[in-house]
C-alpha cells in the first residue's frame, strides 16, 4: 500500500522562504514519481513541480525561478523516496493546500493530477502581503 506524507506548511510574509517536504512509502524499490500540486480556494488544482528520477525537473510558470524541487540523496541503484519543494520569493497568490501525489513510473513525471493514483493529505501554506 502506497502512502504518501507532506510536511512543512506553514504562515510567511511575502518574499519570505518556506520548504516542504514529501515522503513515499510502499514502492519497496521501485522507481516511482513523487510530485507537488496545489489547490487554492475557489481555483483548480495546480501542477506545480516535478522531477523525474534521472534528475529533470519541469514546473509551473508561475513559479519557476522561485521554487525548487529536489530529492533526497540514495545509495546507487536506489530511488529516493523524498522531494523536497523549496519555496523563495513567495507571494500571497502562492497560499494553497499544497498536496504531494505518487503515481508508478518516474521515468517522466507529469504536473498532470489525473496521472496520479497517490495523493497526500496536504499542507497549507499561507503568504500574508
Known amino acids: 500500500q502506497v502512502q504518501v506524507v507532506e510536511s512543512g506548511g506553514g504562515s510567511k510574509q511575502s518574499g519570505g522562504s518556506l520548504r516542504l517536504s514529501c515522503s513515499a512509502s510502499?514502492?519497496?524499490?521501485?522507481?516511482?514519481?513523487l510530485t507537488w500540486f496545489r489547490q487554492a480556494p475557489g481555483k483548480e488544482r495546480e501542477g506545480v513541480a516535478a522531477?523525474?528520477?534521472?534528475?529533470?525537473?519541469?514546473?509551473?510558470?508561475?513559479v519557476r525561478g522561485r521554487f525548487t524541487i529536489s530529492q533526497s540523496d540514495v545509495a546507487q541503484g536506489n530511488y529516493a523516496n523524498t522531494r523536497y519543494l523549496q519555496m523563495d520569493n513567495v507571494r500571497p497568490e502562492d497560499t494553497a493546500m499544497y498536496f504531494c501525489?505518487?503515481?508508478?513510473?518516474?521515468?517522466?513525471?507529469?504536473?498532470?493530477?489525473?496521472?496520479?493514483?497517490?495523493w497526500g493529505q496536504g499542507t497549507q501554506v499561507t503568504v500574508s502581503s
Open positions: 501525489a505518487a503515481e508508478d513510473d518516474g521515468w517522466y513525471c507529469s504536473l498532470k493530477g489525473s496521472d496520479y493514483a497517490y
Open positions: 522531477i523525474d528520477s534521472n534528475g529533470s525537473t519541469r514546473y509551473a510558470h508561475s
Open positions: 510502499g514502492y519497496n524499490g521501485r522507481r516511482f514519481c
